[in-house]
């Protein structure tokens, strides 16, 4: 399947979704998730009911430093897998990098990303990061 538009949408919530945690604004950072939204990572399955319950409590999510000396996170690769009307999943890279740019470390997931009433945001994460 191939839908350059689905396909389109996926890259721009996902570049939303890096911006947002990067800029440290937690706000718009959630605003680029679907709820329920799920996270597989660090040997952990966690769901995430609803963003306004997680805006309330957002040390949830984790407030602890990403990783020691992290400042900010970038891109490496994001492809395409599969791409619908309604749903895309990328097989995505991204590094976790220093205040000097130097590479802490680098991860790969893949990213489910749903349309849901008009809107694209990602529904599901599944990476190797901590």
């Known amino acids: 399947m191939n839908d350059p538009a689905a396909e389109r949408a996926a890259f721009e919530v996902t570049d939303e979704f890096m911006r947002a945690f990067n800029a440290r604004d937690m706000k718009a950072h959630f605003a680029t998730f679907h709820f329920p939204h799920v ?7 966690r769901v995430f009911a609803t963003r306004a319950e997680l805006e309330a409590h957002p040390e949830q999510y984790g407030t602890r430093e990403i990783e020691p000396g992290w400042a900010h996170s970038r891109w490496d690769a994001r492809e395409v897998i599969h791409a619908g009307s309604d749903k895309v999943h990328l097989a995505v890279q991204f590094t976790r990098c220093g205040a ?11 990213y489910v990303i749903t349309r849901q009433e008009g809107r694209w945001g990602i529904q599901a994460r599944s990476s190797f990061a901590p």
């Open 39 to 45: 996270r597989i990572a660090g040997g952990r399955v």
């Open 100 to 110: 000097d740019g130097r590479a802490l470390n680098t991860y790969r997931a893949v």
